[in-house]
């Protein structure tokens, strides 16, 4: 298997513009997650997935934020309209939840600089 | 609200030493807990996890150990490499369908 699967890897981008994340999880699971890490606050839950459906979004900062899931293998991470406090590294994991041994794989991040 | 404290922030062993990561928690009821490891500018790499029914579990040279009514995990490594170099992070999972907390990790530099 491939791992989770993140795109693009590097994104620069500049204030006020729309930014996409893209999260390919592992076959098979079933859960989906994204965190955000930054030195300041370490690594932080913004929002998940059990079965496509978002679960919980109360780590979603603002509005600004938004995250879908339109099928089982695909989900993305959209900030409109992005803003320097938004530089972070964006990782997305998967999970096949069976009763306590809910094992999460990460992928290897999206390091994103918003200028 | 659960918090979860890495002590110490960071840590520097010659080659060849046993030494023990620390983990802390403040709310007991957890569903398990996980130990990954990221190298700089990578992702996590799970090491171990340990459902809230166990007390440890060992991977080669790595044991993590866990006591929840103390709030404690431990992660030992024996006969440290200096491929062992990493940031150890310790994350637990209160319950809500996989919602990990994580501490701000250990960063473990190994001396040859």
């Known amino acids: 298997d491939a791992g989770v699967i993140q795109s693009p890897r590097h994104e620069v981008t500049e204030m006020g513009q729309e930014v996409t994340l893209r999260c390919k999880p592992i076959s098979g699971h079933n859960s989906l997650f994204w965190y955000r890490q930054t030195m300041m606050r370490g690594l932080e839950l913004l929002i998940y997935f059990n079965n496509n459906v978002p679960i919980d979004d109360s780590g979603m900062p603002e509005d600004r934020f938004s995250a879908k899931m339109p099928n089982a293998s695909f989900s993305t991470l959209k900030i409109q309209p992005s803003e320097p406090r938004d530089s972070a590294v964006y990782f997305c994991a998967s999970s096949q939840q069976r009763g306590g041994k809910d094992e999460q794989f990460f992928g290897p991040g999206t390091r994103l600089t918003v200028l | ?112």
């Open chain 2, 1 to 112: 609200k659960q918090e979860v404290t890495q002590i110490p922030a960071a840590l520097s062993v010659p080659e060849g030493e046993n030494l023990v990561l620390n983990c802390s928690f403040t709310d007991s009821a957890i569903y398990n807990l996980q130990w990954f490891r990221q190298d700089p500018g990578k992702g996590l790499t799970s090491l171990l996890l340990i459902q809230s029914s166990q007390r440890e579990q060992t991977s080669g040279r790595l044991n993590a150990s866990l006591d929840k009514s103390s709030g404690r995990s431990t992660l030992y490594i024996a006969a440290s490499q200096p491929g062992d170099s990493a940031t150890y992070l310790c994350a637990v999972d209160g319950g809500s369908q996989g919602n990990l907390i994580f501490g701000k990790g250990t960063k473990l530099s190994v001396k040859p």
